[in-house]
């Protein structure tokens, strides 16, 4: 194969700085000539959990060897190790290798200006809009992104000769949650309003317009509020927010032209190139008149992309449940030819699993297609080993080739396939760090709109259909009995494996059934939280990490009673339910004080040989508010955060990154 393809490694590809860079890399490659493939996680590999071990595993796919170069996003990409790997495997291959709004060592890097483009905003407050007073909301603390533009904001406001003092400096994470908390607590302490609110990004700004709004404090008119990043759901804010969008072309444009540059040698045309921001004077400062002009537009969109969204959940969750009854892998693929119009705008879809995997199905071990010479290195190379189950083309009936082929070919004929469409992306197929195979779809992101959600979904479905499909061929192979099987299934169906309370699928479905008949007088729900799981596997192993998510599980197994029910939601999640015949107001305080002395109780007895904690939050609710569930679940998550921060407030000293000693 040639070297004339581009891999691009990404995670959350359907959000939208990731959708468009991947649209200007196609499209600056389809007009340099080359193929790109895209290799993306759902999850931006933060956690280091088994789920994000597994998603982890697409990056293993990529090909060094046929390559031109590789464009990574090693922010959004957010595990060192992964970023490390990328680099360290394409400079062995002698391949140029493009880092995308970050510095990075030994490769070719993309940044942004924030600074410039964070003063041309205060800048334009002070000198048009007169501006003399100011509350900036910054990111997370410490944070050398959130500190960037608070030095941005005071070198613009000193140079006026005025000041930014520190109480009039926010912290809001970057997101809605603190950004809301920071926001009401300066307005509840009757201080007066600064002439401008300065976001550090847009999701606050329009955190703050909206918590404003509800004072009855109109934007711009009674006071200014600007943004920053320019991000896709700042178009429905009303007012229109002044703020600043990063140049996605320019840098995808010259992400491909810098690995063109290289060459065979590898020798970039440039090591570091700082890419200008677009900065848009707007409603929020009244450099333009709010309009209320397209509002009945943009709600009719959201309604039909809502009733849309809805409808494809109803029917991946028909297809889940279809495909998971199956008894086998040809039967249970064989379901998604029901669904597959639902998947229309991606034209060519290939399932490819490990052929370690599809033996399991002894009916389908039989079938599978091999070459003399796959026949000979079978033996010696069969964790490589994968077969094309599905196939699928627009036009066209749905195919199951049951072809062999070396993993290192992704795809059989992949050279053909990537000069009739020219970009391909990668999916993962896995059940925790269990990984199965992937999805492989033909792309056009420059010339079409896709709904990438549809296909994360899809994908998601599939790993756990599965999942459950092969777990009953297993069974069946080792149990005669019908029965015992059905048992097994449904146990696994509902309960965690790690710590044999519920996962979420059962914790959801013992509600339902509680629910289902008369309503209770009260329910108490709790979010729970383990603190520094990552912390406790860096430094002291998964098998410590699985002792501590065990531990949790047993203490709260010691706080069930006969009405009460907990969970494993994945990780370090957990949730516990109490039905109560009365409404008991208590019952929340009483379970957050009894957990906080067990957890307590285990961290004394130094038996962990960590320091071991844990966040909580938990809600009473009438009998008739629990139909509603979804509010009381998010009530309680609430609370857990707040907990959550609280702790970390309180335990300076506890840097998730550093301890993990008593």
């Known amino acids: 194969m040639s070297r004339n393809t581009i891999a691009v490694c990404i995670v959350k590809m359907e959000e939208y700085v990731q959708t468009e860079s991947i649209k200007a890399i196609t499209r600056r490659a389809e007009e340099r000539g080359l193929n790109v493939e895209i290799y993306n996680s759902f999850a931006d590999l933060v956690k280091r959990d088994l789920y994000e071990k597994g998603e982890e595993s697409i990056f293993e796919l990529v090909d060094y060897r046929h390559l031109s170069g590789i464009i990574f996003f090693p922010e959004k990409i957010k595990n060192s190790n992964t970023n490390e790997n990328i680099v360290k495997y394409g400079k062995e291959h002698g391949l140029p290798v493009v880092a995308i709004d970050r510095k990075v060592p030994d490769c070719i890097s993309i940044t942004y200006d924030y600074s410039k483009a964070f003063e041309e905003i205060v800048e334009h407050l002070i000198t048009v809009h007169e501006c003399k007073n100011f509350y900036m909301m910054a990111g997370i603390k410490d944070n050398s992104f959130s500190d960037e533009r608070i030095e941005a904001a005071k070198k613009v406001i000193e140079r006026h000769g005025l000041t930014l003092p520190e109480e009039n400096i926010g912290y809001g994470d970057f997101w809605d949650f603190p950004c809301r908390n920071q926001i009401r607590a300066f307005l509840d302490s009757g201080r007066p309003l600064p002439d401008a609110f300065i976001a550090a990004n847009d999701t606050m700004a329009?955190?703050?317009?909206?918590?404003?709004s509800k004072k009855g404090i109109s934007v711009p008119e009674d006071v200014i509020v600007t943004g920053f990043d320019g991000i896709e759901a700042?178009?429905?804010?009303?007012?229109?927010?002044?703020?600043?969008?990063?140049?996605?072309?320019?840098?995808?444009f010259l992400a491909v032209d810098a690995i063109l540059a290289s060459g065979s040698t590898g020798k970039p045309m440039m090591n570091h190139c700082v890419v200008p921001f677009h900065t848009r004077y707007s409603q929020s400062c009244g450099c333009a008149e709010k309009s209320y002009g397209n509002v009945n537009w943009m709600l009719q969109n959201m309604h039909n992309e809502l009733d849309s969204v809805y409808l494809f959940s109803n029917m991946m969750s028909t297809m889940l449940f279809r495909m998971s009854e199956k008894a086998n892998l040809m039967d249970m693929i064989k379901e998604v030819n029901r669904f597959r119009d639902f998947l229309g705008e991606f034209k060519d879809i290939y399932f490819c699993i490990r052929k370690e995997v599809v033996a399991i199905d002894e009916n389908l071990a039989d079938k599978i297609q091999l070459s003399d010479e796959q026949k000979k290195t079978l033996d010696k190379n069969n964790d490589r080993q994968m077969v094309l189950l599905w196939e699928h083309h627009t036009g066209e009936k749905s195919k199951y080739p049951l072809t062999c082929f070396n993993i290192r070919e992704l795809l059989p004929g992949r050279s053909e396939i990537l000069d009739e469409c020219r970009n391909m992306v990668f999916l993962p197929l896995h059940a925790q760090q269990r990984v199965y195979g992937y999805i492989a779809a033909s792309v056009m992101p420059h010339k079409e709109e896709y709904k990438y959600y549809k296909l994360s979904a899809f994908t998601r479905n599939l790993s756990q259909a599965l999942s459950v499909v092969i777990q009953t061929?297993?069974?069946?192979?080792?149990?005669?009995?019908?029965?015992?099987?059905?048992?097994?299934?449904?146990?696994?169906?509902?309960?965690?494996y790690l710590t044999g309370i519920n996962n979420r699928r059962g914790f959801l479905k013992s509600i339902e059934e509680r629910l289902s008949g008369r309503r209770p007088g009260g329910l108490m729900l709790a979010s729970v939280d383990l603190n520094g799981l990552k912390t406790i596997n860096d430094k002291h192993g998964h098998h410590e990490g699985d002792r501590a998510i065990c531990t949790i599980a047993d203490i709260l197994k010691e706080m069930k009673d006969e009405n009460s029910f907990c969970a494993r939601f994945g990780g370090d999640e957990f949730a516990f339910c109490t039905f109560m015949d009365e409404y008991d107001e208590a019952a929340s305080d009483r379970f957050t004080a009894e957990l906080k002395r067990r957890v307590e109780e285990v961290d004394k007895s130094g038996n962990m040989g960590?320091?071991?904690?844990?966040?909580s939050g938990a809600v009473t609710v009438r009998g008739e508010e629990t139909k509603d569930m979804d509010r009381v679940f998010r009530l309680a998550d609430e609370k857990m955060y707040e907990d959550k921060v609280a702790f970390h407030l309180a335990h300076k000293e506890f840097d998730r990154r550093k301890a993990g000693g008593k």
Do not use: Q
Not at 206 to 212: A, H, S, T, Y
Not at 610 to 615: E, I, L, P
């Open 206 to 212: 329009m955190v703050i317009c909206d918590e404003l």
């Open 473 to 496: 061929l297993k069974l069946k192979d080792t149990n005669d009995k019908l029965k015992g099987v059905n048992n097994r299934l449904e146990e696994l169906y509902v309960t965690d």
């Open 610 to 615: 960590f320091y071991f904690s844990a966040s």
């Open 234 to 252: 700042e178009k429905y804010a009303i007012p229109r927010l002044t703020t600043a969008e990063t140049d996605l072309e320019r840098s995808g």
